[in-house]
Each structure stands twice: as C-alpha cells, then as structure tokens.
C-alpha cells in the first residue's frame, strides 16, 4: 500500500441522511466506517431551510443543523471523514478501490453507495437566490409552509400532479405552468388536476424570472404562442421536473436504469457483491431524508451480515450479484 492509499472495511461514497445513518450503524458494529463525504458534504439537506418532518425535532430543525449533528453521532461511534469526491471506482476485484480528487486511494472490502439524486432546477438566477424562500424542489417537505397562499408548480408529468395535488391541502389555489401544449401525466392524473376546483394550468408558457426580494412574492411567465410576457401573483414556487441521480461514477460498473437510478435487489444490493445502496441514488419515489436515513439503516445492517460472511483471503475477482442482467 502506497502511502496515497488508505485501507477500510467499509467506505461509505455519500454524507447526506443514507450515508450518515449508514456511517452510524456501520461504526456501531466496529466496522470503522470511512465517509467520502463529497464536495459540497451533506446532500440536499444542506440546502433545507426548516425540516418540520423528521422524528425528533417537535420544533423543527434547520436541514445544515440536522446533517451536522448526524455527521457528529456517527464520529462519536468511530466513523471517519474524508471531504473529497470519488472521481473513479475499480469494483472488478475485491477489496475495491475509490479513486478521490486529492486525497489518494480508498481501498474497501465493502461499498456503500450514497450518492443521492439532485432535483433538476430551471437554472434561473433568482430561482437560485429564492431557494429556501419560497421556491422548493419538495411539495411533502415544505407544503405546510404555504398555508393559505396562492402556489405556482413548474412541470407536466405525474410528480407536478401530485405536487399540485397535494399542495392543495393548504394553499388557496395552485396554477400548474408547463412549456409545452400538451402535459405529460397520466390521463388519470391529468383528470384529476382539471377537475379540481383549486387548481388551474397555463400550458405552452415558461417561468422566465422568480419575483420577490427576501421571498417570492410571484413568477414573472412568457407565453409561447403570442410571447406575451405577464407576471402571476403566487406565495411559492414548486419545481417538479424531475431529479438527476449523481451516479456518472457507476455508469458502465453498476447497473443503472434508464433514467440514471442504482438498480437493487434483496433491498439494497448492487449488481456488484460487496457494493451495496442507500438512498435517492435508487430510490426515486419517496426521496425524504427519513426514507433515506431508514434505507442507510438497512444497507449497513445488509453490509454486517455480508462481510462477517466473507473469507479472510487475498484479493480476488469479485462475483456479480443475482440482480439484473445487463445495465440499462
């Protein structure tokens, strides 16, 4: 081992909820867990304002306060830290080998991959500037913010309906804008929509700019087909157009599906023996830090039992797992 290499039993690619919770129950079982944390660490909790919704916290807690705590618990039981990017993997033999940015090579007889998913953003400068004040990413993380205010959701497919659907529990009313005529839902989600009285759709038009200074106070919309340019008055601006799981590392190595997500089976195993995964990077569904602090619990627990069955031997070729086939 070269002095750039560093040796783990378990390496941990992730610092938001899964990896955190995955680090805690790892150095728990004395596995000395080493956390890859990522450059910025802590996943999209970093970016949350007040978490309302996580057990614990009767009066809530700022999401960087939440991370830095868990990041703690799991340090107090001998996990360790490196703030660095994995920028390659070798998961072709065993123990696997993590190439970071500066800090040299982790050598791990066990992987657990952490890595989350990004909501994809309209990339707008004061949609930047407004996030956490009035422009969310999350409808079940932050609706309860916007009670009795009128709510703007950006999207045409199933999860802008359900984020409009589900906003409407508490705003007064909810316009769904997407740029193209026609939305991409289901027929029955998009029935739903249209038949609800406190919701509306402006289709063929654009969020141009977020209005507001400290908060949103409205979405300044072009519409297409006249290119008429009008501002809408809304409390809060929902962005549903999807999530990017950070998985570009694993493409060809792991087995993704067609949109980028971590393929598992038996709960959290990778098409790779010895790698497992936690989190948003699989699951496209839920997407809360609690689900994805429950999804770490299990990976480490699956990582205990896995290596206290593994013979203590020199390196070898690793065999591929009974989950799918070939990548996507």
Known sequence: MTPTERRTRVAIIGSGAAGLTAALYTARAELAPLVISGVPAGGQLIITTEVENFPGFPEGIQGPELIDRM????????????????????????????????????????????TGANARWLGLPSEGRLQGHGVSACATCDGFFFKGKELAVVGGGDTAMEE????????????????????????????RVRTHPKISLLLDAEVEEVLGRESVEGVRIREHASGAVRELKVGGLFVAIGHVPATEIFRGVLHLDAEGYLKVHDHTRTNIEGVFAAGDVHDRRYRQAITAAGAGCMAALDVERWLAEQPTTAPSPVRAGSGPATPA
């Open 164 to 191: 409009a659907l589900f906003l409407t529990n508490f705003a007064t009313h909810v316009t769904i804008i997407h740029r193209r005529p026609e939305l991409r839902a289901s027929p029955i989600m998009q029935e």
């Open 71 to 114: 990041r703690q618990q799991a340090a107090r039981f001998g996990a360790e830290f490196l703030d660095d990017n994995v920028n390659r993997v070798d998961f072709s033999h065993r123990p696997f080998r993590l190439e970071t940015g500066s800090q040299g090579t982790v050598i791990a007889d066990a992987v657990i991959v952490a």
